[in-house]
């Protein structure tokens, strides 16, 4: 880098640029990194006792709810734009073979329900969950 380089002055990107993702000479500020395409927006990571879940650690999430046996339903604080986003979810449960699958229909603009599915096809508590959350606001 030359010394006129260095002293160039700092530009920061704004929230649409961000989000565009397309500038190649702007700079990023913690607060504006959320809003490029490949950042999650929003993540839970949940555990299981009893039957019980308790939000142990989260991004963007404004509550979890037990809807039922093997059923997570998680509130998002700042909404997507629209249901077309991406989720993923993956549980953890020791001595079982699981899946974490997104409850048919239930996936909204600010809301998901995660299904866990043992081996058997039943619904199943997980020991825990975790989740992100990926897409335009």
Not at 36 to 41: E, I, L, V
Not at 66 to 71: H, M, Q
Not at 92 to 100: I, K, N, P, Y
Not at 121 to 129: F, K, Q, R, V
């Amino acid at each position: 880098m030359t010394v006129l380089q260095s002293r160039r002055p700092r530009r920061i990107a704004t929230q649409a640029e961000e989000a565009a993702a397309v500038s190649t000479t702007t700079d990023v500020t913690p607060a504006n990194q959320q809003f490029h395409p490949s950042a999650a927006k929003c993540w839970a990571y949940v555990t299981v006792a009893a039957g019980t879940p308790t939000l142990v650690a989260s991004y963007n999430i404004t509550s979890i709810t037990d809807t039922g046996v093997g059923i997570l339903t998680i509130t998002i604080a700042t909404d997507f734009a629209s249901a077309n986003w991406a989720s993923f979810g993956t549980i953890e449960l020791a001595g079982s073979t699981v899946s974490c699958v997104v409850s048919g229909g239930t996936k909204a603009a600010g809301s998901i329900a995660l299904l866990a599915i043992n081996v058997a096809g039943s619904a199943a508590d997980p020991a825990s969950w975790n989740f992100a959350g990926f897409g335009v606001q």
